[in-house]
């Protein structure tokens, strides 16, 4: 296998599983990182939670963990720890998304795996961090979502608290704990010092609802509630237009003019005038909008509006991605050839002009590398596709 990319000569041990850690390191991987899987006998469980070509091979697995190298080590066996150590000692990254407690038990803590390679970036993907009264608690996406007020301003929104679909917080703590291990990794290049890196859901998730929903909240003493109003707003929500919906923003002051001028409702007094004014009365602007927009089609707003420059789009279904004319003019798909068939992967969004990223290969199956990556670091070992 070849790699390229930012992150090409980089070997990462990777202990995760289901998505928050293996999301991090299938970004690594398309950057050419080197992705050493080690997986338990019976493998990681996401192997088994979707659709797939094959048992095993299920879609969510396959996505996350494409281009890495899968090594089934017992890490109950002292056979097993030995093995790792071995891949240790070669490694720059170590990344598990095991609690402390459990780690800790196998003997690869922070201290022990530094006694092995004191260059190495060692990241811990946590549900919640150690220093709080909940680190030893059980994560999910749901729970998490549910401790960082999701389900509360979706109830703002719809009268109900509900879930967001899609596993939001699994992704957004994946894509923390990568930017945090590239920082140490970029510490390391400068002084060639290792560390300890964490990332917790619930923490991160945390920072990222309050981003904006610190609001008034924030101040000493309180100016108001954390919640930005125009994100709670009950009429914020795809406007229904006469044969579908659109995804609309009439946001600033000169796209509102612009609007106005062109559409001229009846509704837009001078009380709307700015942003300000819109801002404190944003339901009910969302709200007119609404009965505006259900006058015309889909195809006539679009038009109207990117001819105004406008912010707009047609609300689209996730099967519809897989065609969307922008995303193929890109190139944003990649076909891989595997023994289970080709697979077509959503690509890395980020471009690099001289290290490009790319799809790393297919993902493997179970234990598919555990002889040669084993042989390769501990060239005395036998193995007959796991090491116990």
């Known amino acids: 296998m070849e790699y390229s990319g930012p992150l090409s000569g980089i070997r990462v041990i990777d202990l995760t599983a289901m998505v928050m850690g293996p999301y991090c390191t299938q970004i690594m991987a398309d950057m050419g990182a080197e992705v050493i899987k080690i997986e338990p006998p019976a493998g990681d469980n996401t192997r088994y939670i979707s659709v797939g070509p094959e048992r095993g091979m299920a879609g969510v697995f396959v996505n996350v963990n494409r281009g890495k190298r899968s090594v089934v080590l017992d890490l109950r066996s002292e056979d097993g720890k030995a093995a790792l150590r071995d891949l240790i000692a070669h490694g720059d990254v170590f990344i598990h998304s095991m609690r402390a407690a459990a780690i800790a038990r196998l003997g690869f803590g922070y201290e022990e795996v530094a006694a092995l390679n004191p260059a190495i970036v060692y990241t811990n993907c ?7 009264r909940d680190a ?9 979502q549910a401790e960082c007020g999701l389900p ?8 109900a608290a509900g879930y967001v679909g899609t596993i939001m917080a699994d992704k957004v703590a994946g894509l923390t704990a ?7 990794l970029f510490h390391r290049e400068r002084t060639g010092e290792g560390q300890e890196v964490e990332v917790a859901m619930f923490e991160t998730m945390a920072a990222f609802m309050l981003v904006e929903h610190a609001n008034g909240a924030m101040f000493r003493p309180p100016l108001g509630s954390a919640a930005y109003p125009r994100a709670v707003a009950p009429n914020r929500r795809p406007y229904r237009t006469a044969d579908g919906y659109i995804s609309a923003l009439v946001y600033n002051d000169k796209q509102w003019t612009a609007f106005v001028a062109a559409v001229q409702p009846d509704w837009a007094g001078t ?13 009910t602007v969302y709200a007119l909008l609404a009965e505006t927009f259900a006058e015309r089609t889909t195809d006539e707003w679009l038009e109207l509006l990117r001819g105004l420059d ?16 922008h995303l193929l003019d890109s190139g944003f798909f990649e076909t891989v050839d595997s023994d289970y068939g080709p697979v077509r992967f959503p690509g890395p969004p980020a471009w690099f002009s001289r290290t490009p ?9 179970l234990g598919a590398d555990t002889e040669e990556v084993v042989r390769r670091f501990r060239p005395s070992a036998g193995t007959n596709g796991r090491v116990r």
């Open 126 to 132: 946590y549900g919640y961090g150690r220093r709080g």
């Open 136 to 144: 030893d608690l059980t994560a999910y996406d749901d729970t998490i």
């Open 152 to 159: 509360f301003v979706q109830e703002q929104l719809t009268g």
């Open 178 to 184: 990568l930017y945090a291990t590239t920082m140490a």
């Open 271 to 283: 009380e709307f005038a700015t942003l300000e004014q819109r801002a404190a009365r944003i339901d």
């Open 310 to 325: 406008i912010p707009c789009a047609p609300v689209r279904s996730l099967d519809e991605l897989f065609d969307n004319p």
């Open 357 to 365: 990223g790319h799809v790393a290969g297919p993902a493997p199956r």
